[in-house]
Structure formats: C-alpha cells, structure tokens
C-alpha cells in the first residue's frame, strides 16, 4: 500500500483520531480532503475549514454531509458552485429557512433539487409549483409530501413531464389519475400504468390503449381485476397476452 492509498483508507474509516483527521483536511490531494469531508465522524471545526475549501467538491461533499451545521449550510447557500449548492439543497438535514433561500436561486438545477426535498415546507411547494421551469414543477409533482391541491394544479400543466411526475406520485389522488390515463402523452399514460394506485375503472382505460406496453403494464399487474384479464388474454399482441 502506497502512502495515498493510505491516506485515502485514514480519511474514511471511522477509527481514524480527529487529531488525524484535522491534518488529512490539509492535504494538497483534494481526493484526500473529499474523504474527510464525507466522514461522519469529522468535527464542525474541520467541516467549516473545508467549507471554504478551493475544490468545489470538497465543498460539495460538505454539503451533502449530515453533520454539516445550519450555520454552514448559510455559507454554502451562496457558494459559487451550482453543485455546491444543489448538493446542499438535496440534503434532508437542511433547515426549511435555507432552503427558502434556496428556492430563490437563480439556476433551475437547485430549485429542482429544493423541490425534491422531503423536509421541504408546503409554503415552499406552493411556490417552486409555480416555478418558469418544467423541471422544477415536475420535481414538486413528484415530491410524496406536495399537498393533494398542488398536486391537482400541476395535473393540468402546459408540459408532459409534470402530468407524468403527478402520475408516478403514490400520493396523487384515483380522480387524477383516472384523467391521466387518458392523456395524449404516452409517457404519461405509461406513468399512470406504474402507479399501483390506480382503480378498477383506470385499469379499464389502460387497457384499451393504443401502445402495447401499456396494456402489458395492466395485464402484469397483481391488482389488475379478473375481467380486465380476460379481455387482455384476448389481445392481438403475444407479449400482452403473455
């Protein structure tokens, strides 16, 4: 084992000494100091030094790092990185006041990474729900804590990758779906298929489609009803009929 290698092995264990760990957090390899930063047992003293690191993953590391305090976090919220901060926002530890501030931020990658957040505010999801970018609303469509209301607003937006996020959310109520599964996006219907939501009459829609796999979707299914079986075992296609 060469002397890196031994290092990198030292940055991660948890046995290493802080005393150690405090001295990897200077190396010249920013590998080294990625490591630390991911260790769970690194103190708040090296995790604000590395926060201020020159290496944007080092700092990104930070981010994602459970131990990483409130008052960090603030720090990191304005970090130059896009992925820095993106990497904050995705962290469940984050407080509901930086990630207010985060659903701010000027690039849509770390809004939707705000919106994807499960200790996200509903103040906060009412707000990225109405969000310029499709991505940042198919994100909160997605979140399993977006409220039913939200939930149904975002069913009727302008972009199909928000109705198919709404579809897959096992939160979304069996009258959106039902709308859903009629929606001229393929991908939306084939969203609607994998939610094993979906009831008796949905299962009747979708098996009626135009596309195969969507019918196959139903057919597979271990909640799909014995008449809706029945009248896909009749299917002109083999892989439906199965």
């Known amino acids: 084992m060469n002397i890196l290698d031994f290092k990198y092995l030292l940055s991660k264990s948890e046995f290493t000494p802080k005393e150690v760990l405090e001295i990897l957090a200077k190396d010249y390899n920013w590998c080294v100091r990625s490591l630390v930063a991911q260790?769970?047992?690194?103190?708040?003293?090296?995790?604000e030094l590395l926060a201020k690191d020159e290496n944007w993953s080092v700092r990104g590391f930070v981010a994602l790092n459970p131990k990483t305090s409130k008052e960090i976090f603030e720090l990191l919220a304005k970090d130059d990185?896009?992925?820095?901060?993106?990497?904050?926002?995705?962290?469940?530890?984050?407080?509901?006041?930086?990630l207010k501030i985060l659903a701010k931020d000027k690039n849509y990658y770390v809004r939707a990474k705000v919106a994807r957040n499960l200790n996200i505010s509903k103040e906060i999801l009412k707000i990225l729900a109405k969000d310029k970018d499709s991505v940042v609303r198919a994100s909160v469509a997605g979140n399993i804590n977006?409220?039913?209301?939200?939930?149904?607003?975002?069913?009727?937006?302008?972009?199909?990758?928000?109705?198919?996020?709404?579809?897959?959310n096992p939160k979304t109520p069996k009258k959106i779906l039902k709308i859903l599964a009629k929606d001229k996006s393929y991908y939306v219907r084939v969203s609607v298929a994998k939610?094993?939501?979906?009831?008796?009459?949905?299962?009747?829609?979708?098996?009626?489609?135009?596309?195969?796999?969507?019918?196959?979707?139903?057919?597979?299914?271990?909640?799909?009803?014995?008449e809706v079986l029945e009248f896909?075992?009749?299917?002109?296609?083999?892989?439906?009929?199965g």
């Open 39 to 47: 260790n769970l047992k690194i103190s708040k003293g090296i995790l």
């Open 81 to 98: 990185s896009i992925d820095v901060r993106a990497y904050a926002a995705q962290n469940p530890k984050i407080s509901k006041e930086i």
């Open 146 to 168: 977006t409220p039913k209301e939200i939930l149904e607003l975002l069913s009727t937006d302008e972009y199909s990758n928000v109705h198919a996020s709404v579809a897959k």
């Open 195 to 226: 939610n094993l939501k979906y009831t008796k009459e949905i299962f009747k829609i979708l098996a009626k489609d135009d596309y195969y796999n969507i019918r196959e979707s139903s057919a597979k299914s271990a909640y799909a009803p014995k």
């Open 232 to 241: 896909l075992a009749k299917d002109e296609n083999y892989f439906v009929r």
